[in-house]
């Protein structure tokens, strides 16, 4: 029972980080309906700025609260990896959004390939470390055969954090003005135009809130595993696009949903089964569900417009 309740609080900790960037997928999905492989390359992108941040602000600039250092770490990666957002939108897809379709994927896969060279190239190709943040835990109970099931702090301040902006995102996409552009666009962007909305604006600020949802994941990463590499995009870039496809792209409950449970299914195979093919568990999970549920678990079935 110990071993269970140790790895349920491990697998929503991992499921958190995927949450969080499964939202940005499903955002700019459902908005221009592309998939923005790029995606985890940001990701991976804002937990390198997250992670120099923090040692200029540790290091040069002597703030020694930890708390205050993750607070100024996580609004300078936010505005950074934004900033990193809005620009690939104007110069890899805007371009290409009256192309045909393939044309923004391949630019996507262009932009991700870049992104990883790039921070190669400038950062090198070695596993970036940084100083060990927050080791406190909360030892909740110990077992009869004395294994104790702990909580850390930077676990309940991961999960925290995960409830927090999937509220607050639900919020601005059902009660806002910026909102209700995004349905607009979401339902015929032409009709959206017509009606005046500003229709190239939404989308760059659907492309800036994501990135600055992958920054706070990126953080979040950075914080729990305390060491970060170029090549940290992919997989869990991958693993988030799962988790969106899984909980119904298109529905921000449903990306942390799929989230929750690649994680846990991940954690829980690992300890059980064998880690070697946990992502195996994961996928196939996947197809599972797909095949009885095509448009996932919360999504809606797409109607075609004749």
């Given at each position: 029972m110990e071993v269970f309740a140790q790895q349920l609080i491990n697998g929503l900790t991992l499921g958190s980080i995927y949450g969080l960037i499964a939202i940005g997928y499903t955002m700019v999905f459902g908005i221009i309906g592309m998939i923005n492989f790029a995606h985890g390359d940001v990701f991976m992108l804002s937990a390198f700025i997250a992670l120099i941040t923090f040692l200029i602000v540790t290091t040069w600039l002597g703030i020694s609260s930890i708390a205050l250092a993750l607070l100024i770490v996580l609004i300078v990666a936010m505005a950074l990896t934004a900033l990193w957002g809005w620009s690939i939108e104007r110069i890899a897809y805007r371009p290409l959004r009256g192309s045909f379709r393939l044309a923004p994927l391949i630019s996507a896969i262009g932009v991700s390939i870049f992104l990883s060279n790039f921070v190669q190239v400038v950062q090198g190709a070695r596993n970036k470390p940084t100083p060990p943040m927050m080791r406190d835990v909360i030892t909740l109970w110990t077992g009869e055969n004395g294994y104790?099931?702990?909580?850390?702090?930077?676990?309940?301040?991961?999960?925290?954090?995960?409830?927090?902006?999937?509220?607050?995102?639900?919020?601005?996409?059902?009660?806002?003005?910026?909102?209700?552009?995004?349905?607009?666009?979401?339902?015929?962007?032409?009709?959206?135009?017509?009606?005046?909305?500003?229709?190239?604006?939404?989308?760059?600020?659907?492309?800036?809130?994501?990135?600055?949802?992958?920054?706070?994941?990126?953080?979040?990463?950075?914080?729990?595993?305390?060491?970060?590499?170029?090549?940290?995009?992919?997989?869990?870039?991958?693993?988030?696009?799962?988790?969106?496809?899984?909980?119904?792209?298109?529905?921000?409950?449903?990306?942390?949903?799929?989230?929750?449970?690649?994680?846990?299914?991940?954690?829980?195979?690992?300890?059980?089964?064998?880690?070697e093919y946990k992502d195996v568990a994961a996928f196939s999970i996947l197809a599972i569900v797909l095949i009885f549920m095509p448009s996932g678990i919360l999504g809606r079935p797409e109607v075609e417009k004749v």
């Open positions: 104790a099931v702990a909580l850390s702090y930077k676990q309940i301040i991961i999960m925290l954090t995960t409830v927090v902006l999937l509220a607050g995102f639900w919020y601005l996409v059902q009660k806002t003005p910026l909102g209700r552009a995004q349905r607009a666009c979401e339902q015929d962007r032409k009709m959206a135009a017509l009606l005046g909305i500003d229709v190239d604006r939404t989308i760059s600020l659907t492309f800036v809130l994501g990135a600055a949802l992958a920054a706070v994941a990126g953080t979040m990463y950075l914080l729990y595993y305390g060491v970060v590499s170029f090549s940290d995009g992919f997989t869990p870039g991958v693993k988030a696009f799962t988790a969106a496809v899984l909980g119904g792209i298109g529905s921000l409950p449903g990306a942390v949903l799929g989230g929750l449970l690649i994680g846990l299914i991940e954690t829980f195979w690992s300890a059980y089964f064998s880690i």
